[in-house]
Every structure is written in C-alpha cells, then in structure tokens.
C-alpha cells in the first residue's frame, strides 16, 4: 500500500490513482478467464502492485500463457520480487513473463483469449488513449475479452478543477470510450467495494457493427 502511495505521488500521470485495486473490483476484471477453455493466453496492462494480478494467477493453470507489461520500473520490481518469483517456482507449467516497458512499445506476441488492462485513461491524452486501445485490439482474438475500468464519476470530478483545455481533454476520452464500447458490445458493471467505487468495462474482440439491439446492459 506505502509502496502504490509513494509511487502515485512520484507518477500521478502514469498510476491515476492513490490506492490499489479491492479484491471486489479484482473479480470482476478477471472472472471472465475461468470460462475460457483450453490453454488460456492472458495479457494484463499496468498491474501496479499486482491486485488484478494476484487474482488472474488463482485462475491460471498448466499449458497457460501470462504476459503482464508494466511501465514503473518500481512496480516491476515489487511485482517480480512479492509475486511472480514464487508462482514461478510452484508453477512450473504456467509461463508467465513480465514486461517493463509501456504498452505501446512493449515486445508481445498475441492474440490473447483475454487482455486486462488497469490503465487510467482520464489522465491520457485522447491520442495516447485511442494509440493503446489500438495496440490491444491488435492483440485480443477475435472472439477474445478486454477489460477496462474508471472511477464512477470521475470525469464530472475532475472537469470542475479543470482549465477548458482539461476540460475539453475529457470530454473526448469520454467520447472515445462511448465508441469503443458502441463498437465492441461493451458491458459494465458497477463496483462499490472499490475507493472510490468503479466501472468495470467489457468489450468483444473484432471490429463489430454499432449495437442495436436493447437485449443486455449496454455501457
Ligand atoms: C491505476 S494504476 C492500476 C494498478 C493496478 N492494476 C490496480 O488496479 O490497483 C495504473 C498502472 O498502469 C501503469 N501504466 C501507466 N501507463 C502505462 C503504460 N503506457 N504501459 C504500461 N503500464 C502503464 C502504471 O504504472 C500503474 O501501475
């Protein structure tokens, strides 16, 4: 917890929050795994110290592939040491290789069944926002699942302290995960046993048509 403190006030940018994920908003990014059958390709994006991790681990079993890619040369040592190293070692047939490295350069070979990514987008440029969702979408089979999750209310938060610019910023990355989720039949799922409360977003792999249908819970 110090750790992901003294690393946010270090990085706001980059980290976007104060405190690591809750095990309630853990299960919900990453409950979709267990239904994947077979051996499972996973990929999770910005694990930080590793909450979605830990999580993602208890479902992994012999013949998956886990790839993890963190920018904060901290996290990926915190991560190596308290997490990784260990289930390597109980693991053996579980092959799980951490990238330190930003998302959009990191050195990955997909497509993956799932993609979890814990980025936070209200603190991106709109461009670097519409760069990433690009690259996972590369990465994600066609019938695979990205999640993605922000803080309830987070945008009608910030744009009060903002200048117009900040406000404007918001506005499109807003409007950048409107399409996505128009695109891709996103889900969500409000988490209230997260500080502070989030979304968790599902989207479909492929390039799908506008959603039309009224049938389930549409972001
Ligand atoms: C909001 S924190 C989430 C951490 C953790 N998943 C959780 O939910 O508690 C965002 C994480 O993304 C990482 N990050 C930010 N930009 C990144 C990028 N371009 N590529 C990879 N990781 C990035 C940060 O260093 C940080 O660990």
Known sequence: MFDFLTEAIRNFRSTGSVWPSSPALSNAMTSTIARVEGPRRVLEVGPGTGPFTKSILKKLRAGDHFDLVEI???????????ILAGYRARHPNVQVRLHCAPIEEADLAG???????????????????????RRMFALLKDNGELLYFEYAGVRAMKSPVSDSAGRARLKRIDAIGKSLRRRHEGKKQLVLANFPPA??????????????????KRA
């Open 111 to 133: 497509p993956y069944d799932v993609i979890v990514c814990g980025l936070p987008f209200n603190n991106f440029p709109p461009r670097l926002m519409r760069q990433i969702f």
């Open 72 to 82: 904060n040369q901290t996290f990926c040592r915190k991560l190596e040491k308290d």
């Open 199 to 216: 979304f968790a977003y599902r989207l479909k792999g492929g390039r799908k048509k506008a959603a039309t249908s009224s049938s389930s």
